[in-house]
């Protein structure tokens, strides 16, 4: 072994148990990685920061910023609450959530198919009485299924796709994971749903505790708007759909005055208010699907010079400047540009308009408006503002032009037409000017520890294959499998490779497993496309800890896990991987 060799082998170490102890940022570990190899000369000083504009780099920043666009647009919640019901047996919820959360993975960041997927089996847990760790952990192993059957579903297939164009000249299409992915992902949602969720330990299964904390119920005042002009809509029509959304009608405002009663046989005219009672994200829903709009709607104008607008909750303190005071009082809609959309006051109903109420210390107020003009007024006002408490507001008339967009830059791409990263950055840029996001979101939405923690690795990993460690570690377990047909190396490569997944970044392992893959193959006088294919589903499949993936980390609060729960459903889920993935491996890329 050469210094090189030998220096990096160590460094790798050190930097590998550091990410198991997990205490460190991982990102910060990488860097420091790449700035301590740089200095031995280990890497080059020209190539240093070279992994910030690899290409990899760039399409998962890109990934995330659209998938922030169509999560905005409604467009994905849509489809999602039409399918999930609260009435169907456990094992079917779990099979429809499982089978929209490997389709959303496919087309967006997994992580964020979670994320939009999550609150609603929470809430569906909630309304069928059952705990949510039931489905919550099927639901975390789905979108990582999904994830694997195109380019852009998850991380480790763009890297690896980079990393084929940097080692043979040509990338992976768009859906060359298609064929192994689909695969492993119908065995995977077919075990989660009749089997999985059965292996999950007794502590998960007890009926959940009344919460006793319950979100606050809001008073809220929703403007109808022009589309109401050519439909004969009483209010008690809209009924169902405030049960459906978890959301009273208390009644209707005509002229400044509130009608007598419920008004449930009263016509809605443009210009009406609908007087409702509901938690934020139930008013929300109920909004947009009903295309009602909000008092200052019109001075609310997001994109490229404004932002995506969100509700926000605040507590009333006694020397607040609002307190004993109105919104319109202190011109909050027109001086401030945030609007007063609703008021909780302990439970308590209350009758008059919410904009001209007096708010009185110890009411929650709901504040709607864009970030920075929320948190100015939340300021002024001297209110203070309920940690976790904000509830973006979906842009549902956009949704048609979301999905267009996004299905056009990747129909660019696939074509051949457009390289990928621009093609998604166009995706981008239509969003913004359409004003599904702002500029601060744009930033917000990249997850910027994992584009450094790969920047850093990139250079590392191409420096650990120029080295020869990759070819060093390649011929050992040539050398191990000798004798055996090229497959058994593959399955050991793949194994190995889905043990450190456990454990490290699924990044950090492909950077790793990739390169020796590749030197495998050509040791054994093979096509190295398969030992590809197999590092990337085996990097994907962290099943076994909430550390391996970062859905498996979301989950493990909400769905009450413990540490030795993953194991139970994730290594029978692993070892049915292997055995479906290699055949369907060496069917669609022959070695």
């Known amino acids: 072994m050469t210094f090189d060799q030998i220096a990096l082998f160590i460094l790798f170490g050190l930097l590998f148990a550091l990410l198991i102890w997990g205490r460190i940022r991982y990102d910060l570990l990488a860097f420091s990685a790449l700035i301590v190899a740089t200095i031995m000369g280990l890497v080059p000083t020209d190539s240093v920061f070279s992994g910030f504009g690899h290409p990899a780099v760039v399409i998962i920043a890109l990934v995330l910023v659209v998938s922030k666009g169509l999560m905005n647009s409604g467009a994905i919640e849509l489809v999602a609450s039409k399918v999930l019901s609260a009435s169907a047996g456990l094992s079917r919820h779990i099979g429809i959530l499982s089978i929209v959360g490997a389709g959303l993975s496919a087309i967006i960041n997994n992580v964020a198919a979670l994320a939009l997927l999550m609150p609603l089996d929470i809430e569906a847990a909630r309304k069928a009485g059952r705990a949510p760790g039931l489905s919550l952990m099927p639901l975390s192993f789905a979108t990582i299924l999904g994830g694997m059957i195109t380019l852009i579903g998850t991380p480790p297939n763009i890297v690896i796709a980079q990393y084929r164009q940097d080692a043979l000249g040509e990338p992976f299409s768009m859906f060359a994971f298609t064929p192994v992915g689909l695969v492993v992902a119908i065995s995977g949602i077919i075990f989660v749903t009749l089997v999985g969720w059965r292996l999950l330990p007794g502590h998960l299964k007890a009926a959940p505790q009344p919460d006793d904390q319950a979100e606050s119920l809001y008073v809220a005042e929703l403007k109808v708007g022009d589309s109401a002009r050519d439909k004969d809509l009483t209010v008690g029509e809209l009924y169902p759909l405030a049960d459906d959304k978890d959301v009273n009608i208390l009644g209707l405002i005509r002229h400044g005055a ?28 109920f909004m947009g699907t009903a295309k009602l709009d909000f008092a200052g709607s019109d001075k609310h104008k997001p994109g490229l010079t404004g932002e995506s607008l969100s509700l926000r909750e605040a507590i009333v303190p006694d020397n607040a400047r609002i307190a004993h005071r109105s919104a319109f009082d202190l011109s909050l809609l027109h001086g401030h540009g945030v609007t007063l959309l609703g008021l909780s006051r302990q439970g308590k109903h209350v009758h008059a308009r919410v904009r001209h109420m007096q708010v009185r210390p110890g009411d929650v107020l709901l504040l709607l408006g864009s970030s920075e003009r929320l948190e100015a007024a939340i300021n002024w006002l001297g209110v203070l503002p309920l940690e976790g408490k904000s509830t973006g507001l979906a842009q549902r008339n956009k949704a048609a032009l979301a999905i267009g967009a996004f299905g056009l830059a990747i129909a660019a791409a696939v074509s051949g037409l457009v390289y990928l990263p621009v093609a998604l950055a166009a995706c981008v840029l239509v969003y913004g000017v359409a004003g599904l996001i702002g500029g601060r979101e744009v930033y917000e939405a990249v997850e910027w520890k994992v584009i450094v923690l790969l920047g850093s690795l990139i250079p590392l990993g191409q420096a650990f294959e120029t080295s020869g460690s990759a070819q060093l570690i390649a011929s050992n377990i040539v050398t191990i499998t000798q004798g055996y047909p090229a497959w058994v190396t593959l399955g050991v ?61 979301i989950i493990m609060g909400p769905g009450g896990y413990r540490f030795g729960d993953y194991w139970r459903m994730g290594l029978p889920l692993e070892l049915l991987v292997l055995t479906v993935a290699l055949p369907a491996i060496l069917v669609a890329w022959p070695l």
């Open 493 to 553: 490569l793949m194994v190995v490779t889905m043990t450190l997944s456990d454990f490290l970044n699924n990044v950090a392992t492909c950077l790793i497993a990739a390169p020796i893959g590749v030197q495998i193959a050509n040791a054994l006088g093979v096509n190295p496309d398969p030992f590809l294919m197999g590092v990337a589903v085996a990097a994907s499949c962290a099943f076994l800890t909430p550390i391996g993936h970062k859905n498996n980390t």
């Open 258 to 285: 509130r009608l007598r009663g419920f008004a449930a046989r009263e016509r809605i005219f443009p210009g009406d208010f609908l007087v409702v009672e509901g938690d934020p994200k139930g008013i929300e829903a």
